[in-house]
């Protein structure tokens, strides 16, 4: 069993896929070629965001966010400290401060409760992480921006496809910034990723900043960076664009078994939290357990993987520690003992789920007997 299953989906699609690359491989525009504006446009058209801007990855794509909108050295973003690391390393690269905000214990997005007390003077921006495939508070996190004149950047990173009150992820704030990783809901081959806004000064900026900060061939009106995205890349997230809405109906579909079948277990696993207003595209599917290190211990022998997203909070990691206490942000470090992440994609079969869930649902049971209760 695989933890993301990429040679299923390949099985699936490798007709497309394969006709696709051979395309790119014919005409041979390998950086810009068509491609890149054709799935622009088609995932304009899937988030209903106006403007969407094909780019390296999805950390170029945050920093090439925090470029278009200006930040400068010692401005503030108020972000959550339980995300990958590249949501805050792209502010410290620019000499910004992150400032963490915990988490919702419910759903580990940023507390959005929370906001306001962390605003200064000098906060240009919040950058709240659509976490595990589920949209944060996005209305009220716009609410207290706009009281506050502060800009939105939404790292949808591992929600594209999500919806949040009728509207799509990366269409919900006035920047939003995605990956196409290959394990991420929408993947490509390698590297990728996009920003989408509906400003077209930002989309403009973005497009220039992408390319050396060029606005006419070796025209340089702006200090950019090399971050764009190959066309091959395009063209595999072009094929897989054919049967995503299938892939993104299955993810919620198993999403939802798995929370029935583990709630079904009484074992002692607490399922995410999900809102009423949206859903979740399950980028991982994610429980809440103790004894964690025994159970993943456990689900590896029987040969079923697992992963930890995070195991530490960024104010506990060596680069992102400097001058935040470490007791801080409490949700966030309970959350990061204790997520564990299970296998989810779109071709997991429902066999191998009930493998999944009866060997987690053992392996919890066996480790609580065998340890005093921690917490
Ligand atoms: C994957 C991810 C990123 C970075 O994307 P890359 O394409 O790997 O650069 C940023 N933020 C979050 C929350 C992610 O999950």
Redesign the pocket.
Known sequence: MQFTDLKAQYAALKTAIDARIQRVLDHGQYIMGPEVAEMESALAGLTGAPHCVAVA????A?LIALLAIGLKPGDEVITTPF??A??AEVIALLGGVPVYVDIEPDTCNIDASLVEAAISPRTRAIMP?S?YGQVADMAELNAIAGRHGLIVVE?A??SLGASYQGRRSGNLSTLACT???PS?PLGCYG???ALFTADSGLARAAREIRVHGQSGRYHHTRIGVGGRMDTLQCAVVLAKLQRFDWELERRRALGTRYGQLIAASGAPIELLGLRPDRDCVW?QYTVVLDHRAAVQQALHAAAIPSAVHYPKPLHHQPAFAAGHDPAAHPHSIRAAQRVLSLPMSADLSEADQDRVVAALVAAVESAASAQPVTV
């Open positions: 990855s999805g950390t170029e945050l995300t990958f590249a949501t992480v976490l790292d990173a591992q990956s196409f990783f991420k590297d990728g990723g980028a």
